[in-house]
């Protein structure tokens, strides 16, 4: 809702720029040392900047309000996104992180933010993706995109489409939990066909700084060949394993949990870091706004005194003259 | 001046034990150098991603003799209960039965099944009832034991247990397709270990 009046007041800001005859008020807000007042204009109306200086008010309102509601959401999910950063680790030691793994069927899932207005962790998830798409193309080798969240399905269905193979929208309706989260992964095991997993995120590290990261995970059947092939899953052979009838069995259920796991973390970083990155340009948006509307009222002030001064003048001469 | 000294030491202290898995730690961690190079040769513009090694700290090579502690990581979704925790043994609840694990114990994955998990640590025993997830304890003397839900055993109340248990087991015998057999099943599972880790 916020959003919406924020476009609104946004088009009727930019109305008077647009506009075929741009007042003299207008044109010297945009050049301050410019003389307002050009010759033989008599009255000079106040109305548009006035008009404007309300608008621009509002929007810093609009932007201040988002603002405070962006980092109340942050301080709650930043201590949850800590809290879960524990989760993930066990798998990269036991499994390792291969980030070079060459298979054949590689699934990008890119995690972005449904809402917009969040600076550029979108964008930065889309082109990793991309990039990483690129990386692993090839003769006989199949990449696909498993999209989350409304603002990489835009950017990602305007050159990938045929690419797809799942988008997933509103994961942030309701609080996340892991529940909500391994359904998710769940749905994406079920749909998808993989050899390796490859989630793309933002990690949140402070309010103004995201690390694009990618995490792998490997399907059973890769995990259980580069075992055989030594390299870094080499070790895992050496493990007991306990548990169902055979390795393959637990290797599936280990891969499946793994993913979760991972989706959860990756996924709480990306909204942690999807509300620092609001907080932060709703930040400098108010504080633009705010020296735009200093500039309008210097302005302002600065056409109606010369409007008077005019006027003085005006009475002033046409007393002497009669004087005279 | 200095009394409040040794405090400021302790929390110092207890706050590295406490979250040491959530600093970020520096980019010496060993960092795939062959996907580095093969990325900066694909897409020389784009600065490559941090990848998951470089935001955790290298665990120790398995030393020649073994060690008197067991390191325990004993993580939850929504917690790290246990990190880098040193203790003197864990029992595991996994599908295959307890398993009890010492320092120096054989490299192992076992999955694990509603029950008892006990960290003994000298004299103290602290005891959690666990749902169910994986365990990996490694070479090192290290043990992982990732959960989905876990709570102290001395919170859990024994009425409710026994509701729940027969609430269960009707809905076991009245349960007509194999979904709903299945959640019963599950239901009828936890109870009953939740059941005996009280009583026992």
């Known amino acids: ?324 | 001046m200095l009394r409040h000294g040794s405090r400021f030491l302790s929390r110092a202290t207890t706050m590295r034990w406490r979250r040491p898995f959530s600093t970020n730690l520096a980019a010496d961690a060993p960092v795939d150098s062959n996907f580095l190079e093969s990325w900066r040769k694909a897409i020389p513009n784009v600065e490559p991603p941090k990848t998951p090694s470089a935001f955790m700290a290298t665990r120790p090579e398995t030393p020649s003799s073994i060690p008197s502690k067991l390191t325990v990581n004993f993580v939850l979704p929504y917690s790290s209960e246990l990190s880098g925790k040193e203790v003197d043994m864990v029992i595991i609840p996994a599908t295959t039965g307890q398993m009890g694990v010492l320092p120096g114990h054989v490299a192992t994955i076992a999955e694990l099944k509603p029950g008892v998990l006990s960290v003994h640590e000298g004299n103290d025993v602290s005891k959690y009832f666990v749902s169910g997830g994986f365990a990996f304890v490694h070479a090192n003397s290290f043990a992982d034991i990732i959960a989905i839900e876990a709570v102290p055993l001395d919170r859990v109340d024994p009425n409710l247990v026994q509701k729940g248990l027969t609430e269960f087991t009707q809905k076991l015998s009245t349960a007509s397709t194999d979904v709903e057999k299945a959640e019963a099943q599950i239901g009828v599972d936890v109870h009953s270990a939740l059941n005996a880790a009280l009583t026992g």
Request: with cysteine; aromatic share 4%.
């Open chain 1, 1 to 324: 809702m916020a959003m919406a009046a924020l476009r609104r007041e946004g088009r009727r800001f930019a109305t008077p720029l647009i506009s075929p005859n741009p007042t003299n008020a207008l044109r010297s807000s945009l050049i301050p040392s410019q003389e307002p007042v050009s010759s033989g204009v008599r009255c000079i109306s106040t109305q548009v900047v006035r008009n404007r200086m309300k608008s621009v008010k509002n929007i810093q309102k609009i932007t201040k309000a988002m603002k405070m509601v962006a980092a109340s959401k942050l301080r709650a999910i930043q201590t949850k996104t800590e809290n879960s950063r524990g989760l993930w680790q066990p798998f990269t030691a036991l499994l390792g992180d291969t980030p070079s793994v060459d298979v054949k069927k590689n699934v990008i899932v890119t995690i972005s933010s449904d809402k917009g207005l969040c600076g550029g962790i979108n964008s930065t998830s889309v082109k990793i993706s991309r990039a990483i798409h690129k990386l692993n193309s090839g003769p006989e080798k199949e990449n696909k995109y498993v999209v989350l969240g409304e603002k990489a399905k835009a950017q990602l269905l305007r050159d990938s489409k045929k690419d797809i193979e799942l988008i997933m929208t509103e994961l942030q309706k309701n609080p996340l939990n892991y529940t909500q989260v391994s359904v998710i992964a769940d749905d994406i095991l079920k749909n998808v066909e993989f050899d390796a997993l490859r989630i793309v995120y933002n990690k949140f590290q402070s309010v103004v700084a995201f690390l694009p990261t990618m995490s792998t995970v490997l399907s059973p059947e890769v995990v259980e060949r580069e075992a055989e092939a030594g390299g870094k899953l080499g070790e895992l052979d050496s493990y007991e394993v306990e548990g169902a009838e055979t390795k393959a069995e637990v290797l599936q259920n280990l891969a499946e949990f793994q993913f979760s796991c991972v989706m959860f973390n990756a996924v709480l970083e990306n909204a942690c870091s999807e509300q620092g990155a609001r907080m932060s340009a709703m930040d400098s948006s108010s504080r633009n706004a705010g020296d735009m509307l200093d500039r309008l009222t210097l302005t302002y002030n600065r056409t109606r005194q010369a409007s008077i001064t005019t006027e003085l003048i005006e009475i002033i001469s046409g007393a002497s003259a009669l004087e005279g």
